[in-house]
């Protein structure tokens, strides 16, 4: 028996034999599908519910597999809130069966299609990657914010008044990043990292951004791409490259190796972290933590 139709058995015995815990709590609770969306939701939210990440600090959401644990946690949340865009692509199916019983919310319906990414005609080929892009994520979260009031008419004040708290703290920061890359930019600096996560990084703050694996972790990167990428960082005179905390950094490690066979000494810095927060009460442990450690890494590093 497969396991998708194993997960499928059990996500229905859950559904139809769980008793519902829902009724005996203090708060609200509300599961997130990763660490940034989480701390995106606790920023609006406050004390009203109890927020959840569904995937652990460090865990890659391409590749992530929901357990019996999660279908219990998402089948016994009061609402279920996810970033779209196949960005958890092996919990689709899951997310379909929930919403015939469950109140979800899908960020990505909240983002102006037009400033949407794409690598391919496909719909899973939308690049999911929209927090590294401040202003986008930030209309993501007014979503967010609009969405959580719909479904708790009774949080309306408190909601805005989170929401408009937590968007000027993300409009500073998308200006503080806006300032250190365009020094980055007037060196001519190109950011060479592990796999394909920063394009509206470089689209939102025109830096250019290259990378050994695509969209998604689950590709795996061929000698062609190892090869082109050596030769954009001989070409470019990159300083450095970047590894990230939630992939091996074996590969990115053979572009450094190939870079010395030219006899270019490159640094292999990091990891940025990308997918996942950092452990809680770290620096990158929350969104903005993330952003600004990212960016300090990648200014110290790439700065001449």
Known sequence: MSRLICI???????????????????????????????????????????????????????????????????????????????????????????????????????????RLIRSGPESHSVDPHIWFDVELWSIAMDYASEEIIEWKPEWKNNIEQNSNNYLGQLESLDLEVRTKVNELRSSNQVLVTAHDAFAYFGKAYRLPVKSLQGLSTLSEPGLRDLTDLIQIVEENNVKAIFAEQTISPKAIRAVVAGAAEKNREVILAGPLFTDSLDAEGTPAGTYIGMVRTNLQIIYENLLP
Not at 97 to 113: F, H, R, Y
């Open 8 to 114: 499928a058995i059990a996500f229905l015995a859950l559904l139809s034999c769980k008793p519902d815990a829902k009724g005996h709590r203090e708060k609200p609770r509300i599961v997130a599908t990763t660490s940034i969306l989480a701390d995106g939701i606790r920023n609006l939210v406050g004390e009203q519910a109890e927020v959840v990440a569904l995937m652990p600090a460090g865990v890659d959401p391409h590749l992530y597999k929901a357990s019996v644990r999660d279908l219990d946690l998402l089948t016994n949340a009061d609402l279920v809130v996810f970033h779209g865009l196949y960005l958890e692509g092996k919990m689709t199916e899951i997310f379909e069966k929930l919403a015939l019983s469950q109140a979800l919310i899908d960020i990505s319906q909240g983002l102006p299609k037009e």
